[in-house]
């Protein structure tokens, strides 16, 4: 049996466990390529209009994947992955928007992710989509359990300086060195599946390395640490990857070698308009800019602002610019 | 001979040449309009350039480019420094008023907000999505009253009563701005209510939640206009300085940046000289390439049929098979 998985949005969170889990039940795992600019374009083209744009990517990464033969197409309907806790709500119904916008879909598995406020749900769920492949229940129970655990190995190649993107690719086979020169650190954050693909954030993350910096972002913190800054707003963020951010950034302002902040918006994204004010707000000590991505392919807008944020970091640190190249 | 640093700023609507002196005095200016067409640009301003005879005598030991198009036109005349606008303004700035803490920049397409501490950039903002109250809707508004936008300053200065225009969106300034001529109100009043909505729209975009303090320096394209200078003053209670140069700020910075580099490095600039520059036909192409499923279009530049530059491509192809043949002659 084959099952397809689109790579986007939560791919960049949970693949190793999703992998892991098709393949022990017996299944050939089939992904979509990298986002290119077919898959934005096809994306563009099929998804509703309201919808943030790594949502519209992800059109284009289900519609590469109608054709390659699946028995089924895994489109998980995440509400909340962790207690009290919530995904934005478009992730709540990405299943019955996709199955209404491309009739060619294969069936599709649709686990409903809600541990809000406890995992039964998600434990019987985990049952019924094992059942598809097989009526051995300890079995079911085992590859789950395998998945989360290879998931952990994952998470923990974050600690050398990877994000969660990369630790995946690691995770899969890929090598990946990160350079080692550096003279500035700048902490990166926004919702992964945007700032991590690196067709939607346009790169952000390698530009600012061959511009000399180390990127600091959610993964490569502390979690705990996090979690403490996080509850020091008054009302509690309850968007599960807004309340990552806001902690971070706010871990980030208290941490020396830290020299700048960027956060990367999402032009259509509901939950960013809120999130990337609050930390605007917040940031009273450090260098902070946000950027705000759309459809545009335009780069130059972009590039400007990256290398005038890493001039004015180099200049007030009095940082002399190494010479190397003419370009930054 | 002196020792002498060009500058080039290319922006959306301008496109500006400067030579200083290793005293950073200006030697020569030249602004001119991109009109689209940024190598047509380059090469008239040079030629513009060589053509005043301030270059004889003149050894160029730098040069610097900056502005939307500064990788276009540092692979035209041999750039030592490519920087982004932002770092070139301030530089040419604080050099000119060392205590200067804020910059206010409105150019052709973008606007921008500069804030310094102690002559270093401490912060700043650009103008995200919408080019609403930048120069080429300024330009667009004076088409459209027929008014030459030399004379958009003067006339607004006529104004006793300034009217009040929406300036959030460019699209709604310019119904309301009909509203209010067909109303009856005179040009001059409506011009003036354009220039403070724009104002407003600045504060309230670029300049979110900034502090501006003075000295303020307004520079950039759109500071020719002596309207918008006032609307500035009457908003931010604050007198705003208007540098003599204020046109070509950019390039004069990024000529600074050039110096500053060359006299650090002690490297002998990269500049191709007149000859290349002036009697080379250079043309732009661009293609899909068919590699892979980006489709990137990369653009490749030509001097005659020397290929100077490829750039678009996202896996650097293009770009590293000119360096591998350049290294191999």
């Known amino acids: ?328 | 001979m002196v020792d002498g640093y060009l500058g080039v700023d290319i922006g959306s609507v301008s496109t500006n040449l400067v030579l200083i002196d290793n005293g950073c005095h200006l030697i020569e200016k030249i602004y001119l309009r991109t009109q689209g067409n940024p190598i047509k640009a380059v090469i008239e301003g040079f030629a513009a350039l060589v053509e005043t005879g301030s270059k004889e005598g003149v050894t160029i030991k730098g040069v610097g480019t900056t502005g939307s198009g500064r990788y276009l036109s540092a692979v035209l005349l041999g750039a030592d420094v490519i920087k982004n606008e932002i770092t070139a303004h301030a530089v040419a700035a604080a050099h000119l008023y060392p205590d200067v803490k804020t910059i206010i920049e409105i150019g052709g397409q973008d606007s921008k907000i500069i804030i310094l501490k102690n002559g270093i950039v401490n912060d700043f903002a650009m103008n995200t999505v919408c080019a609403a109250g930048t120069g080429s809707f300024l330009d667009q508004q004076a088409s459209r009253l027929n008014i030459d936008i030399k004379d958009f300053g003067r006339r607004a200065a006529l104004s006793q009563q300034a009217v009040r225009i929406a300036g959030r969106c460019g699209v709604f300034a310019e119904s309301d701005m009909i509203h209010k001529q067909q109303m009856g109100y005179p040009m001059e009043d409506i011009i003036m209510g354009l220039c403070e909505s724009l104002v407003r729209n600045y504060l309230n975009n670029v300049g979110k939640g900034k502090k501006i303090e003075g000295p303020v320096v307004f520079q950039g394209g759109v500071a020719a206009n002596a309207g918008l200078r006032r609307a500035f003053e009457k908003i931010l209670g604050m007198s705003v300085k208007v540098p003599q140069h204020y046109d070509v700020m950019g390039a004069i910075g990024v000529a600074m940046l050039a110096m500053e580099k060359m006299q650090w490095s002690r490297a002998i600039t990269q500049f191709r000289g007149d000859a290349f520059i002036l009697k080379g036909s250079f043309k732009t192409s661009s293609h899909e390439c068919q590699g892979c499923p980006n489709i990137c279009e990369v653009v490749c530049i030509k001097r005659d049929r020397e290929v100077l530059a490829y750039w678009g491509d996202r896996c650097k192809k293009w770009e590293n098979s000119l360096s591998e043949k350049t290294h191999a002659v």
């Open chain 1, 1 to 328: 049996m084959r099952v397809g998985i689109p790579r986007g949005l939560f791919y960049h969170y949970y693949y190793p466990l999703w992998k892991t889990f098709f393949q022990d039940l017996g299944a050939e795992v089939v992904t979509s390529a990298s986002t290119n600019r077919r898959t934005v374009e096809r994306g563009i083209e099929s998804a509703v209009d309201e919808v943030c744009f790594p949502i519209k990517v992800y059109y284009g990464h289900v519609r590469e994947l109608c054709h390659q033969e699946l028995n089924y197409i895994f489109i998980p309907r995440l509400v909340s992955v962790e207690p009290k806790s919530y995904i934005c709500p478009n992730f709540m119904g990405l299943p019955d928007m996709i199955n209404s916008a491309l009739p060619e879909l294969p069936p599709v598995i649709d686990i409903t992710v809600d541990v809000s406020k406890n995992d039964r749900l998600l434990k019987r769920d985990i049952i019924r989509v094992g059942q598809i492949f097989t009526d051995n229940k300890n079995h079911i129970k085992q590859a789950y359990q395998h998945g989360q655990d290879e998931l952990h190995k994952c998470r923990n190649i974050c600690r050398d300086g990877y994000n969660i993107s990369e630790a995946i690719r690691i995770w899969d086979g890929e090598q990946i060195v990160l350079p080692s020169t550096y003279n500035i650190n700048i902490g990166v954050l926004g919702h992964g599946y945007s700032l991590y693909d690196q067709t939607i954030s346009m790169n952000l993350i390698d530009r600012l390395r061959k511009m000399g910096c180390r990127v600091q972002v959610v993964e490569t913190l502390d979690r705990d640490a996090i979690e403490v800054k996080a509850a020091e707003i008054p009302k509690r963020v309850f968007w599960t990857l807004g309340r990552k951010s806001v902690g971070s950034a706010l871990y980030m302002e208290g941490q020396s070698e830290i020299d700048g902040i960027i956060y990367l918006a999402c032009f259509g994204c509901g939950p960013d308009s809120m999130i990337g004010e609050i930390i605007e707000r917040k940031i009273k000590n450090k260098a902070f800019m946000m950027i705000n991505i759309d459809e545009h392919t335009g780069e130059a807008g972009m590039v400007t602002r990256l290398e005038a944020f890493c001039d004015m970091l180099r200049r007030r640190a009095g940082k002399v610019e190494d010479y190397i190249s003419a370009h930054g």
